[in-house]
């Protein structure tokens, strides 16, 4: 992992300032939430959180080397319990950090960043920067025997992109089965309704019916690939938006 972890920090000749470019992961959900589109060039603000890094953790295209300095937040209610609410301060950017020691001052940290839509500490301020670069993120599933759906290990890759987009929606192919009990059900009901005499022979008949036992014929060891989220490289303003 050594090799893809990388630190975009940038100085600019002849200047004091210092600019740096985040790789800052999107999820899908927050994106298909308001069915935003990026695009290269945006202007973009967000609560950033870090998270350090593991063997477990984040996909080696996301880790990066984060220099700046932390300072305690205080205890909230979205902390994660026995952890260190942390206020990451970095050129042009702050990020939110669960730390597991409570570290204070300049720190170095490998990890990964993603942006929070859901909560963050009162006046935690917000990161601002400009789209300097933007991945798709896809992700391979496999069905297990248990029937249900399991993340495939090294099964991310990515698609280089201008501007995102939101793949079409799959439909899943009928079910005979089902299609034949909900036909029975609803001549049932018909019928029930003629007999009893509020329909006559003919009338036109309503019926909501709700599927029961819906079958799964995907055969356990398919693979399914789903866009999971996206990889935005994050100008911070700290070098000003163009």
């Given at each position: 992992m050594t090799a893809d972890i990388h630190?975009?920090?940038?100085?600019?000749?002849?200047?004091?300032?210092?600019?740096?470019?985040?790789?800052?992961?999107?999820?899908?959900?927050?994106?298909?939430?308001?069915r935003r589109i990026l695009a290269v060039g945006d202007e973009v603000s967000s609560w950033l959180t870090f998270q350090e890094a593991d063997e477990d953790s984040a996909p080696a295209k996301e880790v990066q080397v984060?220099?700046?300095?932390?300072?305690?937040?205080?205890?909230?209610?979205?902390?994660?319990?026995?952890?260190?609410?942390?206020?990451?301060?970095?050129?042009?950017?702050?990020?939110?950090?669960?730390?597991?020691?409570?570290?204070?001052?300049?720190?170095?940290?490998?990890?990964?960043?993603?942006?929070?839509?859901?909560?963050?500490?009162?006046?935690?301020?917000?990161?601002t920067g400009a789209v300097r670069r933007l991945r798709m993120e896809w992700q391979d599933y496999i069905m297990g025997e248990d029937k249900s759906w399991h993340v495939v290990r090294d099964g991310v890759r990515y698609e280089e992109v201008s501007e995102t987009y939101f793949p079409p929606a799959e439909t899943a192919a009928p079910d005979e089965e089902v299609e034949a009990d909900l036909a029975r059900r609803a001549r049932e009901s018909y019928d029930a309704e003629v007999a009893s005499g509020r329909l006559k022979p003919g009338d036109l008949f309503t019926v909501v019916l709700a599927s029961h036992g819906l079958k799964t014929k995907i055969a356990p060891g398919t693979t399914e690939t789903r866009w999971t989220g996206v990889l935005v490289d994050l100008e911070t303003a700290a070098s000003g938006l163009v």
């Open positions: 630190a975009h920090l940038i100085v600019l000749a002849g200047c004091e300032d210092v600019r740096v470019i985040l790789t800052v992961r999107v999820p899908a959900w927050e994106l298909e939430e308001n984060i220099r700046g300095a932390a300072r305690r937040v205080p205890t909230w209610p979205g902390g994660v319990r026995g952890q260190h609410p942390r206020q990451i301060d970095l050129a042009g950017a702050t990020l939110y950090w669960d730390a597991l020691e409570p570290v204070t001052g300049a720190v170095e940290l490998v990890g990964s960043v993603c942006t929070n839509s859901l909560d963050a500490p009162d006046g935690f301020p917000e990161t």
